[in-house]
């Protein structure tokens, strides 16, 4: 079976002699290319994966073309649904620099899926420009009927475009491993104020609503508590919704891009574990510093990390 990225190498850690995580062990911070860590965590131990890659990088060292996609070997790949090797072939040929990406991505995934737990859940985080192949893509890995949410994250904040709708939102797609027996709980979700708290009763008022696909939060404070300094920090209100909605006390959560580490404090502050993986020296001194732990080394890390 042949799978893009997956001759990248694989994991030594710097204590070879102990298990890199254990399901008892504290949060775990990783300074690794992700792939390569992954790849050293067993089957089926995290409940939430929260992706959020950064897009169109310009590394062409850590991507696989679609040569190796195109192996009839590599067809199934052990997913349910469709022929990945198909889906892929097709996205490359409607746009090559997607299918460069996706060379990228893909084995991650792969990987974010084998880690996933039988009732676990992935969200992957995108802009507007990747996110449709993307659909397409990830229906092709996990199956069609594992498709949760596609929620729209809106913030306005910055210039406006004038030529064209100023696009303001990212997208998160949101799938399950297993549509039978995932969990998802809607009362553990923070409320958001209604649109028009004179149209329901004030004890309604007073909770709140539960919020849709649709969130509007703020983009992280220019200044305040919460903001690290490191360029593509997301809000902490948003990772709040996706860890309360899809994990419970006591799960593992991991986040293979990590960047400032806001899946983890939301993790923290919600009483689940976490698993940051992130291959920025920036971005591993920062999560150190917010959440006071060390990170362990794998491999050879990349020093100019794209953000
Ligand atoms: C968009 S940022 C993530 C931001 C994060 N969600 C936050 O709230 O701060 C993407 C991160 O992925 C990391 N990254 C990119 N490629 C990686 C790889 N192959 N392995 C590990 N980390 C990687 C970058 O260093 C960057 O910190």
Redesign the pocket.
């Known amino acids: 079976m042949s799978i893009p990225g997956q001759s990248e190498g694989a994991a030594h850690g710097a204590h070879d002699a102990e298990p890199l995580w254990r399901p008892d062990g504290p949060d775990l911070l990783i300074h ?4 390569v860590a992954m790849r050293a965590l067993p089957d089926a131990s995290v409940q939430l994966v929260y992706l ?3 897009f169109n ?1 310009g590394r062409t060292q ?1 991507r696989r073309t679609t040569r190796s996609v195109r192996d009839p070997e590599g067809a199934h790949l052990g997913f349910t649904g469709t022929s990945y090797t198909r889906t892929v072939e097709a996205l490359s040929s409607y746009d090559d620099a997607f299918g460069d990406y996706w060379g990228f991505l893909a084995p991650r995934l792969i990987e974010a899926h084998r880690l996933l737990r039988d009732d676990g859940t992935l969200y992957l985080h995108l802009d507007w420009r990747e996110a449709h192949y993307a659909k397409v893509a990830l229906d092709a890995l996990f199956g069609r009927e594992c498709f949760l949410n596609e929620l729209i994250w809106a913030y306005d904040y910055g210039a406006k475009a004038r030529s064209r709708w100023p696009t303001k939102h990212d997208t998160i797609l949101v799938y399950v491993k297993n549509p039978a027996t995932y969990s998802f709980d809607s009362e553990a979700v923070d409320r958001e104020p209604y649109m028009a708290p004179g149209l329901v009763t004030p004890e309604k008022a007073a909770r709140g609503k539960l919020p849709t696909d649709v969130w509007w939060h703020t983009i992280v404070p220019t200044s305040g508590a919460e903001k690290t300094g ?1 360029p ?3 809000p902490l209100g948003v990772l709040r919704r996706i860890v309360q909605a899809s994990s419970r006390e006591g799960d593992w959560v991991l ?9 983890a404090a939301a993790a923290r502050a919600l009483g689940r574990r976490s698993i940051s ?4 020296p920036d ?1 591993v001194a920062v999560i150190e510093r917010r959440l006071g732990l060390v990170a362990q080394r794998l491999g050879a890390a ?1 020093p100019e ?3």
């Not at 986040?255 to 899946?263: L, V």
């Not at 993986?277 to 920025?280: A, N, Q, V």
């Open positions: 690794a290319d992700n792939l959020d890659p950064p990088t850590h490191y593509t920090q997301k986040d293979p891009f990590a960047g400032s580490g806001t899946t993986i992130d291959e920025s971005a990349h990390t794209p953000r």
